[in-house]
């Protein structure tokens, strides 16, 4: 993930004008992955590689200025021996996500698949021996869940990476810079993913951001990349959390610890919100690798929230979860995990496979909306009763979507006031608005 820098608007300008060469029109099994995509709206993130053994981090390596050469070390004593592939599919499963994306390589370089184009991977530099991704693989075909790959741009340990502005102190040679030469590499190991590991719902990619600061453009010559994935896996999804409008075959807009709309953060400053399929990514504790320290996770209500204010706002949320080095993980996530999926075994329906409200977003709460159906999500009510804006629709009937109960209303031109018995007080108070 990415330390905040905003961009000048002549890079963003020339940078999107590089990716627009060419008018890109999705495929429809493109548009019918998007479909599928959006109505799953739940999904896992997974940031696990070599790093977790330092315990600060998936940045520890730029964060300490850490040699290429002795971070490369850490491979011959990462053996997560309590590993289980099943066991983790199990507890996502269990949480009511559809889909996991795993970091496949980050920004340390370090592949965690059986990659041919590098021998710096978790089958030939580490004792473990085990294709991971394979495993994972597997399990997610057995279990139903989608899988996706997080792709990383950049690398702070390849001599032939472009410098760019992270990584300037690990100690790489700045002789051998060759981007041709790395440009291979990405797209070999892109046709290995994307080849030997099944369906692949989307490739995640992250490090754009990197040569923003350089004095002209960067060409990360993004469209042949984007035309290989769809070439390889013609309803394979497009996604870069670049922070920036989305450039031209993309077909998924990421929002980095921000709701759509939203820049509380600091990444989302530039971003607009498009008509493309949206996904807000964000960290169930604090930080992305595992961090030994990182001991505050979000309660299970702020993660209902976040998975309801998501879907609210027409977006996915991709919650994110850091494995122990052993290969565990954690047991507070665990928990979080199964806590969501019991509240989405009674309230999944509210979400899944629906849109944003025509209500927008209001600090009371969200709408989501499924046919004639119209999901007011209270999640903050001072009051007994609460006004919804519904304009001149007309409003069959309100019910408690939990038991079913009839809730009180009265209408006006404006909308209607609904009217419980008691102050709306739980995680989440679902009302079913039957539209005419």
Known sequence: MKRLALLPIYIIVGVVTMMAQQAYKPSQEIIQAQKEFQDKKFGIFIHWGVYSMLGQGEWVMQNRNI?????AKLASGFYPALFNAEEWIDAIKASGAKYITITSRHHDGFSMWDTQQSDYNIVKASPFKCDVLKEIADACEHAG????????HLD???PDYPLG?????TKRPTDQQDWAHYRQFMDAQLTELLTNYGKIGAIWFDGVWDHEEDATPFDWQLSSQY???????????????HHLPPFEGENVQIFERDLPGENKAGYSGVNGISQLPLETCETMSRAWGYNITDTVFKSTRQLIHLLVGAAGRNANLLLNVAPQ????LPEVAVSRLKEIGEWMNVYGETVYGTRGGFVEPHEWGVTTQKGNKLYVHILNCQDRALFVPTGSRTIKSARLFKDGKAVKM???DA????????RPDDIDVVVELTLK
């Open 67 to 71: 040699d290429y050469r002795d971070y």
């Open 145 to 152: 869940l989608g899988l996706h790959f997080y792709y990383s």
């Open 156 to 158: 702070w340990g390849r």
């Open 165 to 169: 502005r992270t990584g300037r102190g």
């Open 227 to 241: 035309e290989l994935i769809h070439r390889l896996q013609p309803s394979c999804l497009v996604a870069n959390n």
């Open 325 to 328: 080095p052993n290969g565990k």
């Open 410 to 412: 009265t209408k006006n």
């Open 415 to 422: 909308g209607v006031t609904l009217v419980f018995d008691k």
